[in-house]
């Protein structure tokens, strides 16, 4: 396809357990973006690569996340022993460019994660 | 941190009517995005805004960035049901990512 896709789109995880969310870019964009937004909140930034390098990680919540991108391509965020917190959208964005003025981002439709 | 506010937080109007809507923050960005998110779907990019004072349009929109790079507006003329969504500004400094603001919903009633 020629988006951004996701998977899986729903996730229902049970306290405690790991779960792993995939992205697919579109080919050839430089640049990967995770996002995670809350019920009625905008997107909060949770960490950032240019190609495989994942130059920023500030927005991770926690050491119970952990995103890859191995080959420049295809990325996983995996929340490990997840907690009712955990529980939003968690959305990916990609880019042909690197970080500036006209960087657009083109965003998939999301991962819907509810911890119970 | 640059924090974006937006208000109002909610709006519901009849068609046809006009509205505008407001992002504001202590801190100037070298650029400003709004898009517009629908519900199980991912933000959609409507425009970029990079000159202060600039003024774009995009059919019945238009968006203004201020003077001091520091708010912005989208202004919606003639409203329409499909014009219903999440709007989002989102605020970058010269080569940093994207902050987005908390959004406005928008309902627009036939």
């Known amino acids: 396809g020629a988006g951004v896709s996701q998977s899986p789109r729903y996730k229902v995880a049970k306290r405690g357990q790991d779960v792993a969310l995939r992205c697919d870019p579109i080919?050839?964009?430089?640049?990967l973006f995770w996002y995670q937004q809350a019920l009625g909140q905008g997107p909060e930034f949770l960490t950032y690569f240019q190609n495989e390098a994942q130059l920023d990680k500030s927005g991770l919540p926690s050491d119970r996340f952990f995103a890859e991108r191995p080959e420049g391509s295809v990325s996983t965020l995996k929340i490990q022993r997840t907690q009712q917190e955990d529980s939003a959208v968690y959305l990916c964005?990609?880019?042909?460019?690197?970080?500036?003025?006209?960087?657009?981002?083109?965003f998939g439709p999301g991962t819907r994660l509810t911890v119970l | 941190t640059q924090l974006l506010e937006q208000s109002p937080q909610f709006l519901s109007i009849q068609e046809g009517e006009n509205l505008t809507v407001y992002c504001n923050s202590s801190?100037?960005?070298?650029?400003l995005q709004w898009y517009r998110q629908e519900p199980g779907e991912g933000p959609v990019l409507l425009v970029t805004?990079?000159?202060?004072?600039e003024v774009k349009k995009l059919k019945r929109l238009t968006f203004q960035f201020g003077d001091a790079r520091k708010d912005s507006s989208l202004h919606i003329t003639a409203a329409q049901p499909g014009d219903t969504g999440l709007y989002l500004c989102?605020?970058?400094?010269?080569?940093?990512?994207?902050?987005f603001g908390p959004g406005t919903r928008l309902s627009v009633l036939p």
């Open positions: 964005a990609s880019s042909h460019t690197v970080p500036g003025s006209y960087n657009e981002q083109f």
């Open positions: 989102a605020g970058a400094g010269y080569g940093q990512n994207f902050v």
């Open positions: 801190s100037v960005f070298s650029s």
């Open positions: 080919s050839g964009h430089v640049s």
């Open positions: 805004v990079v000159t202060g004072g």
